[in-house]
């Protein structure tokens, strides 16, 4: 399909490993976004690719989290030394907005469990 | 900042009836755009609906509408005769422009009986 790919799509790690979950947008898509969804919550904005742009990290939680997207297109999120409360599913999300602003597709997710 | 609330936590309703989502918005921007997103069981958030800050005008589609009402700061969502599909999180959300950033409400689980 031409989805929204994200990998893996469950992470087990222990507290204190790094982990790194990877997301591949629709191809053509500019704008590429990272969200953490607790259980039962809603979205929690982490960061926000635009083509070149510099990312929006505002929503990053600590510095323990970094987003990087080569070439505009893969993003990889990474955790270091991650905690319990880290436990959530990641979404990655992208749109085209080109000129403006459009729906967001999203991907399947990766749920990440810290123990 | 930004901020939306969707009051509603859970709704539950019986198969047919009429069902209104709640979604109140606070921003600074002139300029943004609200969503509807479905996250059905299995997981994956579907888009439903962008609407922006200029366009007031109501929407139908099948049995879904939204009506936003920008001088209370509110972009309702009704599904009229409610069947057991319907029953997921729908989550409201809105872009600031300028930013890029997108801020989701906590989210409606509906649950429709048969």
């Known amino acids: 399909g031409a989805g929204v790919s994200q990998s893996p799509s469950n992470k087990v790690t222990e507290k204190g490993k790094d982990v790194e979950l990877r997301c591949d947008p629709i191809s053509g898509h500019t704008a590429l976004y990272w969200y953490r969804q607790s259980l039962g919550q809603g979205l929690e904005f982490l960061i926000y690719f635009q083509g070149n742009s510099a990312p929006d990290k505002s929503g990053l939680p600590s510095d323990r989290f970094s987003a990087e997207r080569t070439g505009g297109s893969v993003s990889t999120l990474t955790i270091q030394r991650t905690q319990q409360e880290d436990s959530a599913v990641y979404l990655c999300a992208s749109s085209l907005d080109r000129g403006r602003v459009s729906e967001q597709f999203f991907g399947p997710g990766t749920r990440l469990t810290v123990l | 900042a930004q901020k939306v609330t969707q009051a509603q936590t859970e709704i539950s309703v019986v198969e047919k009836e009429d069902v209104t989502l709640d979604c109140v918005y606070e921003?600074?921007?002139?300029?943004?755009?609200l969503f509807w997103y479905k996250q059905p069981p299995s997981g994956e958030l579907v888009f439903l609906i962008r609407?922006?800050?200029?366009?007031?005008q109501n929407e139908i589609s099948g049995r879904y509408s939204w009506n936003f009402q920008k001088s209370t700061s509110s972009f309702n969502f009704t599904i009229t005769a409610s069947q057991v599909v319907d029953s997921a999180v729908y989550f409201c959300?809105?872009?600031?422009?300028?930013?890029?950033?997108?801020?989701f409400g906590d989210g409606t689980t509906l649950t429709v009986k048969p």
């Open positions: 921003t600074r921007d002139t300029t943004y755009y």
């Open positions: 959300a809105l872009h600031n422009t300028n930013a890029g950033k997108s801020t």
């Open positions: 609407r922006n800050s200029f366009d007031e």
